[in-house]
C-alpha cells in the first residue's frame, strides 16, 4: 500500500515536471481565411502557447473591419509524455469594404513578460455571396424586369457596384413550346444574382391558365455563366400540364425578395470592445449596418401550345394517361379455396404524368367478385392493389389486364398487355365455412355462414285483421276534431278559477265584497226566523248585524265604522237615488231603535225593516259601486 | 275542490274525450265482423286452391260492403302478384301499409314484388323524402299520428295548468309545456302531410306509360312511366291527371293509366 501511494506521488510529480518543461510560451494570430469577400465573416484567433490563464490580447480598430470578441478556448495536449497547454481567443471579423487590411500586431502579458504576435493580411473583394439565391436556365423569354429596386443614385455603395439592371433578373423557361394534354412540362425559373445580396426570397408566383400545376420542388443553387457574366443562381422547378386544348400564355414568373445594400452614412465606426456580449446581437449588428430594399422581379411570359389526342388509333381502353410506362401485374396466392382474397398487384412504372394513370382493373362476374383497387404512389411509379374473391370453384384464370397510354415523343398510342394468370379454386370444406373468432377478452364467437333462402313472398294472413269503415279516418271525425277543443277549454276555466281565488287571497276588498250577499242570505234568513218565533228583539239584534256586516263588507269598512253617515258618504257620489238613501236611513234608524226600545216595535215593523234591508241590499248587488 | 283535484279532473276529462273520439273513429261495425270474416276465409280458401281470381272477388266483396282492413289489402296484393299482376299488389300492398305500416310481412313482400318490376332509378327530390322524415312519417299510419299531436298537445295543456297551479316549478312546468306543444304541431303538420298523401298517390297500370306536356293526346311526350312506378297526382282534368315523379318532374298522363292507392 505505502508503495502504491509512493508510486502515484512520483508520477504527479513527473507530470508537473513534465508540464514546466514544456512552457515554450510564445503568441500567435491566425485567420481561417485571408480571402473573402465584403460581408463575409471570417474567425481571427489569437492562440498563447504554454498558460491559459492569459487575458485576451486588444484588437485594433480599423476601418472597414468589424470584430466581435467570441470568447476563449482552453487545450491541453499530452504527446509522448509531454503535456502542453494553450489558449485560443477568437475573434469574428466581417469586412464591410473591399481591400487588404492589416491586422495586428497583438500584444498579451504573462507573468510580466510581453509577448507578441505578427499582424495577418486580410484580403477582402467586392461583392457578396452571403444569402444569393442563384438561379439559371435557358430559354428565350422575352426581357426580365425589376420593380422596386431603389434607383442607382440613391446608393452610395464603396464596395458594391451601383445597380445597372443586369444584377438580378428572373428567367421562366419550358423545354417545348407545344406538348399533348396531360403531358408533363417541367418549367423552370431561375434567379440570377450577381454581386448584390439578397434575403427573404419568396417561392415564384405564376399565372397558370389551362393548365394543372405540381408544387414547387426545393430550389437549389448554383453558379452560371450569363451573357458572358457569372451569376449566383436560385432554380425552382414544378411541372405543369395542359389539360385542355389550346394555346396558352403562362407566366410572367413573380418573385418577391429584399436587396441587401451597405448604408451609405452613419456606419458604426466604435469598438465592440467594452460591450457585454450578451448585450450585442452580431447578427442585428451586421444588419444594422445594412439596408434592405425590397423588389418584386419578373420573368417574361411563355406561349405553349396544347394539343389534343390523337384520334388515329385511339385504344378503346384509353383513359388519358400521357407518358411511356410499363406494366406489370402479379397475383397473389393462386391456389384458394372459394371465398379466399386474392390479390391482384399491378406496378405501372414509366415515365409521365403519373396522375393521369389509372387502374386497369379486373371486372366482376358471376364467378368473381371484386372490389376497388387501392393505389399507392410513388415517384414514376403507381402500385393497384385489387381483391378479388372467386365465388365458386369454376374461377380457373384472372383475366389478362391491359394498359393503354399516349407516348408524346412518338406522338402514338401504345397498350401494354399483362395476364391471363392461372388460378386454382378449391371447394372449401363445409366445417371451414363456420368462422371462430376469439375477443381481446379471451371471448370466443362462432360466425356461421350466411344460408342461402329461397325468395318468394309471404303467404296470406289467416284473419281479416281489425275492420274499419273504408276511408274513415280520426283527423275526419267530427268528435275527435271536437275533442281537441276540449283541453283548451279546461285549461282557461281551470285559469279563471285559479285567477280568482288568487284575487280573493290577496285582494281583500274584492273578496268582501264578493263574500258581502251570501253572508247577507245567511243572516236575512235566521232574521226571519227569529220573526216567525215572535223574537222581536233578537231579530232586531240580527238583522242589525247583517246589515251592519254587509255594507263594512260591501264599502270596505270596518264593522264598527258602519254607520248611516258613513254609509251614506260612501254612497252619494255614485247614487243619488233619494229614496234608496232615505230607505237605509229608516232601515237603520228602525234597528236602532229597536236596541233601545224593543217593546216599541211590533211584528209589522219588524216585517217593514226587514223588507227594508232586503232591498236596499238587492239594490246595492245590481248597482255598480 | 283542491288544486291537484282540479288537474287530475282535467287529465280525466281529457282522456276521456281523447278514447271517444278514437273509439268512434275506429270502431268498426260489430255486426258486420263475422260477415267480413267468412268472406276472408273463403277468399284464402280459392288463394291456395290457386284460384286467384276467386280469391280476389271473395276479398274485394268485404271492400265493396264498405269495410277494409290491411289484413284484406295484404292478401288481395298476394293474390294479384301470385296472378302475375305486380303493379297492382303494389297497389294492395300501399293501401295495406297505410293501415298497419308496422308489418314485418308486409316488408318483405313489398320489398320482394318492388324488386320485380324494373322501374328506372329515380332521385327522389323534397324534404318529404330526407330518410329521417320519410322513416318516421312511414312508420305510423295517419290516425297514430294525428292522435300523438292529440295525446301529447294534451299533455302540454295539463302541464300548462300545472304551471298555472304550481307556486315554484312554474318555470320548469311552462317549459316542458312548451316543449311539447312544439313536437305535438311538428308532429301535426306531419300527419296532415300523412293524410294529404291519401287520395294523391298512385300509381301506373300500364307499361310504357306516356306523359305529356298538356292534357291532350296531340301533346309532345315529355317522359314515360314504368309499369308499377309511383307518382303523386296533383291535379285532376277530366280523364287525365297531372302527376308528379319521386324526382320532381311533372306530366300529364291518361287518368286510366293509374290507380289511386
Known sequence: MMKKTIGITALLLFVLVSIS?????????????????????????????????????DMPEIEGLRTKYVGPATQVFVNNGRVSQSITHS?????????????????????????????????????????IAGIGQSSGTSQPSVQGYPSAKSQNTEAIKPYTGDRVFLVASVPRREVYINEIVPLTVKLYVNNLGLKEIEYPSFPFEGFSVGKWSEPDKRQERYDGEDY??????????????????????????????????????????????????????????????????????????????????????????????????????????????????TVITGTGNMDTVTAPKVGATDDLKTYEPQVTKKENRKIYEQILIPKTKDVKE????????????????????????????????????????????????????????????????????????????????PV???????????????????????????????????????????????????LAGGDIARFY?????????????????????????????????????????????????????????????GASEARGTLEKVRKVIDYLEKVKL | MSAPSKLKAAIFVVMVFTLMSVRQ????????????????????????????????????????AGYESANIYYNLGNAYFKAGDAARAVVSYERSKRLNPGDADLASNYKFVRANIETPLLSPRGIWNWRILKQYHEKFTVDVLFLMSSG?????????????????????FVIIAVLLLVFAFSNLFIAFHAAGEIGTKAVVMMPETESYYGPFDSATVFFKLAKGIEVTVLKRNDDWCKIRRADGERGWVKAANLEII
Not at chain 1, 515554450?24 to 489569437?46: F, Q
Not at chain 1, 405553349?304 to 390523337?310: A, G, R, Y
Not at chain 1, 253617515?565 to 260612501?570: E, G, Q, Y
Open chain 1, 21 to 57: 518543461a514544456a512552457q515554450a510560451e510564445r503568441l500567435e494570430a491566425a485567420l481561417e481565411k485571408n480571402h473573402i469577400m465584403v460581408g463575409n465573416p471570417v474567425y481571427l484567433n489569437v492562440i498563447f502557447h504554454g498558460a491559459q490563464n492569459v487575458a485576451r490580447p
Open chain 2, 25 to 64: 273513429a275506429c270502431a268498426a261495425s260489430g255486426a258486420y265482423s263475422e260477415e267480413a270474416e267468412t268472406l276472408f276465409r273463403a277468399g284464402n280458401e280459392y288463394y291456395e286452391q290457386g284460384d286467384y281470381a276467386r280469391a280476389r272477388e271473395e276479398y274485394r266483396k268485404i271492400l265493396e
Open chain 1, 480 to 530: 275527435f276534431l271536437a275533442a281537441q277543443g276540449v283541453p283548451l277549454m279546461l285549461f282557461f276555466i281551470l285559469f279563471g278559477i285559479h285567477r280568482r281565488k288568487e284575487k280573493m287571497r290577496t285582494d281583500k276588498k274584492y273578496a268582501r265584497s264578493l263574500l258581502a250577499p251570501g253572508k247577507a242570505r245567511g243572516g236575512i234568513k235566521k232574521a226571519r226566523n227569529y
Open chain 1, 91 to 131: 475573434y469574428l471579423v466581417i469586412p464591410s469594404i473591399d481591400g487588404e487590411f492589416k491586422i495586428g500586431p497583438f500584444f498579451v502579458e504573462y507573468r510580466g513578460t510581453t509577448y507578441s504576435a505578427a499582424a495577418v493580411i486580410l484580403s477582402v473583394e467586392g461583392g457578396s455571396s452571403g444569402v
Open chain 1, 232 to 345: 449566383n443562381v436560385l432554380v425552382f422547378r414544378r411541372d405543369l400540364f395542359g389539360i385542355k386544348e389550346g394555346t396558352y400564355t403562362i407566366g410572367p414568373a413573380g418573385v418577391g425578395c429584399k436587396v441587401v445594400v451597405p448604408k451609405t452614412s452613419g456606419r458604426r465606426r466604435s469598438s465592440m470592445f467594452g460591450r457585454s456580449i450578451f448585450s450585442d446581437d452580431f447578427f442585428s449588428g451586421i444588419f444594422e449596418q445594412y439596408e434592405t430594399y425590397p423588389v418584386k422581379l419578373e420573368s417574361g411570359s411563355i406561349e405553349i401550345t396544347v394539343l389534343p389526342f390523337p384520334k388515329k388509333d385511339k385504344p378503346e381502353d384509353f383513359q388519358g394517361a400521357v407518358g411511356d410506362y410499363n406494366m406489370e401485374v402479379a397475383v397473389e396466392p393462386r391456389d384458394v379455396k372459394v371465398g379466399d382474397p386474392i390479390t391482384v398487384r
Open chain 1, 541 to 601: 239584534d240580527s238583522i242589525f248585524k247583517t246589515f251592519q256586516e254587509y255594507l263594512g263588507n260591501k264599502f270596505n269598512l270596518s264593522i264598527g265604522s258602519v254607520t248611516v253617515f258613513a254609509v251614506l258618504d260612501k254612497l252619494r257620489p255614485v247614487n243619488r237615488k233619494e229614496d234608496m238613501l232615505k230607505m237605509i236611513r229608516e232601515a237603520f234608524g228602525e234597528c236602532e231603535m229597536a236596541r233601545y226600545a224593543s217593546s216599541r216595535m
Open chain 1, 398 to 477: 384472372i383475366p389478362a389486364l391491359s394498359f393503354s397510354f399516349f407516348d408524346p415523343s412518338t406522338g402514338k398510342y401504345k397498350t401494354v398487355t399483362d395476364g391471363p394468370v392461372d388460378v386454382k379454386v378449391n371447394e372449401r370444406p363445409e366445417s371451414e365455412n363456420i368462422v371462430k373468432v376469439v375477443s381481446m377478452g379471451g371471448k370466443e364467437k362462432m360466425f356461421y355462414p350466411r344460408e342461402k333462402l329461397g325468395r318468394d313472398i309471404i303467404h296470406i294472413k289467416e284473419n281479416v285483421g281489425s275492420l274499419r269503415p273504408l276511408g274513415r279516418y280520426l283527423y275526419r271525425e
Open chain 2, 152 to 172: 301529447v298537445y294534451a299533455a302540454a295543456i295539463v302541464f300548462l295548468l300545472a304551471g298555472v297551479y304550481s307556486r315554484r316549478l312554474t318555470r320548469r
